[in-house]
Nanobody, 129 residues
Framework: VQLVESGGGTVQAGGSLTLSCAASGFAFGNYSLAWFRQAPERTHEGIVGRYGLAAIRTDDGTTDYHFSVKGRFTISADYSRTTVYLHMSNIEAADAANYYC?????????????????WGQGTQVIVSS
């Protein structure tokens, strides 16, 4: 299983950014993927026990969002590219973090990090004022 995030960078507060997570090595249409974030000085291992931002079941396309980003962030999947996206809009200073995608080896919609089996290396989002 391989997850490769991209799309991070510097964005102005109030702006938008779309992150990508290219997935390979598993049946993309049968699992769940989610986006998490962690403070820049911490690694994704610290996410265990915490909750993610957005999740999508790739078998039926259902999604779930953490209340803190609902209405601002949108998760979507491109099955032809086996890629999951996180579109972030109206970005705030508090959104600055390392963003990770992860896969849960079952079509179960969950934001709980402890259920996720594989993780990418992350992509950093910096917010400028």
């Amino acid at each position: 299983v391989q997850l490769v995030e991209s799309g991070g960078g510097t964005v102005q507060a109030g702006g938008s950014l779309t992150l990508s997570c290219a997935a390979s090595g598993f049946a993309f249409g049968n699992y769940s993927l989610a986006w998490f974030r962690q403070a820049p000085e911490r690694t994704h291992e610290g996410i265990v026990g915490r909750y993610g931002l957005a999740a999508i079941r790739t078998d039926d396309g259902t999604t779930d969002y953490h209340f803190s980003v609902k209405g601002r962030f949108t998760i979507s999947a491109d099955y032809s590219r086996t890629t999951v996206y996180l579109h972030m809009s109206n970005i705030e200073a508090a959104d600055a973090a390392n963003y990770y995608c992860a896969v849960l080896k079952a079509p179960v919609l969950s934001l709980a990090a402890r259920w996720y089996d594989y993780w990418g290396q992350g992509t950093q989002v910096i917010v400028s004022s």
